[in-house]
């Protein structure tokens, strides 16, 4: 069965603070990994990573996949307030029916204090 | 309106009552996806639709589970014989294909009494 397990489960930190997000997997027929950032309500869609070692980065987000070690970290530099949320991390697999199917991990709650 | 659409936003039911739950994806995306979140965890898959075909199911969706996309558009969700187990966020999800950026509706929270 396919497994995606986040670290922290919840981290603190002050504005301005850079935090470094984790995410481990095991799962057959890797296709992509996924970074969601979810606040009160729907996930919004952060990065997907196909390949290893490219770093993809928006603003003061980066992320990185290791396809060999199978994880992946999101980086979050100056946080804000606002960086407050939910950070999810998904795979999704390939193969038969499974296309486009994601698998979650349990999310990292990152708070940002003033 | 562009976006995943989803109704009811909160639905508070009896133990025992059936429920269902509505999903308007956005227009142009084939692909239709449920998942179910519970407080504390990620997105748990339930099942996924390309157009009008139900493509695959969770072991986590038991009989009392049923989805339709009947002419390959809006989705619905029902769940019969509500249990307080079932009480949790039901998240619909769309995509153009087979594209992993999928967009999210703002979910339809349960809670069953």
């Known amino acids: 069965e396919d497994k995606v397990v986040q670290s922290p489960l919840s981290l603190v930190v002050h504005e301005g603070d850079t935090v470094t997000l984790n995410c481990s997997y095991e799962?057959?027929?890797?296709?992509?990994l996924l970074w969601y950032k979810q606040e009160k309500k729907a996930p919004t869609f952060l990065f997907m990573l196909?390949?290893?070692?490219i770093e993809k980065k928006s603003g003061r987000l980066s992320s990185i996949l290791d396809k060999k070690e199978l994880f992946s970290i999101l980086n979050i530099t100056a946080t804000q307030t606002g960086d407050s949320a939910v950070y999810l991390c998904?795979?999704?697999?390939?193969?038969?029916?499974?296309?486009?199917?994601?698998?979650f991990g349990q999310g990292t709650i990152l708070t940002v204090h003033p | 309106d562009t976006g995943v659409s989803q109704n009811p936003r909160h639905k508070i039911t009896k133990r025992g009552q059936n429920v269902t739950f509505r999903c308007d994806p956005i227009?142009?995306?084939?692909?239709l996806y449920w998942y179910r979140q519970t407080l504390g965890q990620g997105p748990e898959f339930l099942t996924y639709?390309?157009?009008?075909?139900?493509?695959?199911k969770s072991r986590l969706l038991s009989d009392r589970f049923s989805a339709e996309r009947p002419k390959g558009s809006f989705s619905t969700l029902e769940i019969q014989r509500t249990e307080q187990g079932d009480s949790a966020m039901y998240l619909c999800?769309?995509?153009?294909?087979?594209?992993?950026?999928?967009?999210f509706g703002s979910g339809t929270r349960l809670t069953v009494v």
């Open positions: 639709f390309q157009n009008e075909a139900q493509l695959e």
């Open positions: 999800a769309s995509s153009p294909g087979g594209n992993y950026g999928y967009t």
């Open positions: 799962v057959t027929n890797f296709r992509s």
């Open positions: 196909t390949s290893s070692g």
């Open positions: 227009s142009e995306h084939n692909r």
């Open positions: 998904a795979v999704g697999s390939a193969g038969g029916t499974s296309y486009g199917k994601l698998t």
